[in-house]
């Protein structure tokens, strides 16, 4: 069986060289189509989706059990890695530009591979626990200059470990989700008690997401050197954020409704496989990490993962770019987030989903949301001569993000969703 990360392999159906789904990619995904009203779990090759409910219906994939018939990928992700990477290296197989089977029959063609074009997509997950971290250097120290001491805009504990807080599953939603204007609790400048009123500061978080395949026990903790087998694949998210609400609320304990009214993710879920060749060291990290967050020395573990954001005003045609980012310079990794988050025995399950918080670079067009862009809105923004300190109703917001290869990319597509008028 070849690798299926193999940059030489090419599909049989065909992949343009900035498509963000080649062979070397295969994300796994949820879907529906006129002929097929129950969800099916799909994976995203060019621009058709292969029909992996159906293929194993038929014979065609085969694990150690039936797991594409749940309409999630739950049953999937909680085989683990050995089985992950033989239902992998199975499908590459399916879509070589060499293997005949699905090829040259156009009655199966029909059957297992439709235009995206003609699916509707789904939360790919059923999710239990949503967890958020604080993941970037610069962009915690952007917020902790605005708002603290600019000469110490970090916390004394945000270099010694990965911060970070409990979110609301309930309300993440897939790309293309629109959603009202929060209403809440806010402070008004000078004001001597809080008001109710719609949400004024409606901000947008670039971030990366993974999702956890095999769980782990109460009671145990995962070490650095084993988080990566825990973790099925990543989307992009966005994590729309109140900052007016928040302002008022997240003393003493954080973020809560002004963060839990909608969190978007991106419908294709990329394996952590996928990423293998575009792994990086990441930045050095000063003081180095106690014991238990501290990397082996040939692991690298951060993903050179390049971002994008977008802004569309309702008035306007097409989108503007705003920003973009890296997740390679994220200070703590993905292991090192799994490695803290079961440090007391904190249990891991199929599902749980993880964040890594804003995702923003050293320079201003890199910083991750509207609160960074407008410097806490003292600097409007210009999207095609309109100003923007904070989102305006009907604005619609679009991520995307890819690893770029010799000759093709592996991306994640993107995620979307647009600001509708509060409800009162």
């Not at 599902?351 to 910083?367: F, H």
Request: proline fraction near 8%; hydrophobic fraction near 35%.
């Amino acid at each position: 069986m070849s690798n299926p990360n193999n940059p030489e392999l090419k599909s049989f159906v065909p992949v343009s060289a900035d498509s963000h789904f080649p062979i070397q990619n295969l994300p796994y995904g949820v879907f529906t189509s006129k002929d097929y009203k129950d969800p099916q779990v799909g994976v995203a090759i060019g621009d058709k989706v292969l029909n992996l409910s159906f293929l194993e219906r038929e014979g065609h994939v085969s694990l150690s059990q039936k797991v594409f018939q749940g309409g999630s990928l739950n049953d999937f992700m909680e085989l683990g890695p050995a089985e992950w990477q033989k239902a992998r290296e199975r499908i590459s197989e399916l879509l070589r530009e060499d293997t005949p089977l699905i090829r040259d029959n156009a009655s199966l063609q029909q059957q297992c591979l439709l235009p995206q074009s003609e699916v509707s997509m789904h939360i790919p997950v059923k999710i239990g626990d949503y967890t958020d971290f604080y993941s970037s250097r610069e962009h915690a120290s952007n917020v902790g200059s605005m708002f603290r001491d600019k000469n110490n805009p970090l916390l004394p504990n945000w270099t010694h470990l990965p911060v970070g807080y409990h979110g609301r599953a309930s309300s993440v939603v897939v790309s293309g989700t629109d959603f009202h204007r929060p209403c809440g609790q806010v402070m008004p400048p000078d004001a001597s008690a809080p008001k109710f009123a719609p949400c004024s500061r409606l901000d947008y978080e670039l971030e990366m997401a993974f999702f956890i395949g095999k769980g782990s026990e109460l009671g145990k903790a995962v070490p650095v050197s084993e988080a990566e087998n825990h973790i099925f694949g990543l989307v992009l998210m966005n994590d729309w954020s109140a900052r007016d609400i928040q302002k008022w609320e997240y003393q003493p304990l954080g973020p809560f409704v002004s963060k839990s009214f909608a969190t978007s993710i991106s419908p294709w879920v990329v394996p952590l496989a996928a990423l293998k060749p575009f792994a990086v060291k990441g930045p050095e990290q000063d003081p180095q990490p106690l014991d238990y967050l501290q990397h082996p020395s040939d692991l690298l573990p951060h993903y050179q993962i390049d971002l994008e954001v977008y802004l569309k005003p309702q008035e306007l045609a097409s989108k503007q770019r705003i920003s973009r980012a890296s997740a390679g310079n994220l200070y703590w990794s993905m292991a090192q987030q799994l490695a803290h988050h079961t440090v007391t025995g904190c249990n891991l399950r199929p599902g749980d989903l993880m964040a890594s918080g804003t995702v923003s670079g050293k320079t201003e067009d890199s910083r991750g949301c509207l609160l960074e862009l407008s410097w806490g809105g003292k600097n409007p923004l210009t999207v095609a001569e309109q100003q923007r300190t904070f989102l305006k109703d009907g604005d619609e917001v679009t991520m995307t993000g890819w690893c770029q290869g010799d000759g093709y990319r592996v991306g994640f597509g993107e995620v979307k969703g647009e600001v509708l008028p509060a409800k009162l």
